[in-house]
């Protein structure tokens, strides 16, 4: 099973600033088979990236995904007060497809 | 718009069984993978199962294989899951979605408890 690790656990930010989120895999995933996704408090998750780099419809141009192999960001460039939620990575490469733990994104 | 209902969610003796359901509509149903996914409270994401679209293909994680089977209505445009031999870690809200790879539409969730 490939194992998915988040850093940081739990990011504090202002709105306004630059959010820089990691996932790293424990083996290197083919064609970037990585999916970004936003959980609020009480709501279902919700899809922002696939293919590591591709935004969802409608998601804002503020985020964007990088990364291949075993490393891969999102990256939120200036924080509006609903992007404060939880995000995970999911990896489809190989079954399971498993998921990281999250990072709590928190306002400061 | 594509909306996704699940239903069935209890509370269920350790031991005991429960079916979930799942209605889809906005979309076409039977063109779409559907996958089952759960999170224990307080926790994070863990994918359980999807079915492919004729239904001739399923895969499930390790912890729930031989105890849960996915299954789908195409005419009915409904997604299931047969959940047997039901264990305390099962407690979750489990959330259908559409897709298996890329999960592009999700559920609200059905709450799974089971407790003695």
């Known amino acids: 099973e490939i194992v998915l690790t988040q850093s940081p656990g739990t990011l504090s930010l202002s709105p306004g600033e630059r959010a820089t989120l990691s996932c790293r895999t424990s ?4 064609s970037s088979s990585l999916d970004w996704y936003q959980q609020k408090p009480g709501q279902a998750p919700r899809l922002l ?12 141009d503020r985020f964007s995904g990088s990364g291949s192999g075993t490393d891969f960001t999102l990256t ?3 924080l509006e007060p609903e ?4 995000y995970y990575c999911q990896q ?17 | 718009q594509v909306q996704l209902v699940e239903s069935g969610g209890d509370l269920v003796k350790p031991g005991g069984s429960l079916r979930l359901s799942c209605a889809a509509s906005g979309f076409i149903f039977g063109d779409s993978y559907m996958s089952w996914i759960r999170q224990a409270p307080g926790r994070g994401l863990e994918w359980v199962s999807y079915i492919s679209t004729s239904i001739s293909y399923t895969n499930y994680s390790d912890s729930v294989k031989g105890r849960f089977t996915i299954s789908r209505d195409n005419a009915k445009n409904s997604l299931y899951l047969q959940m047997n031999g039901l264990r305390a870690d099962d407690t979750a809200v489990y959330y259908c979605a559409r897709g298996h790879t890329i999960l592009t539409s999700w559920g609200q969730g059905t709450l799974v408890t089971v407790s003695s």
């Open chain 1, 83 to 86: 992007d404060f939620a939880v």
């Open chain 1, 49 to 60: 990236m696939y293919g590591a780099s591709n935004r969802a419809a409608g998601i804002p």
């Open chain 1, 92 to 108: 489809y490469s190989n079954s399971p497809f498993t998921f990281g733990q999250g990072t709590k994104l928190e306002i400061k």
């Open chain 1, 27 to 30: 083996q290197s995933l083919s």
């Open chain 1, 76 to 78: 939120i460039s200036r």
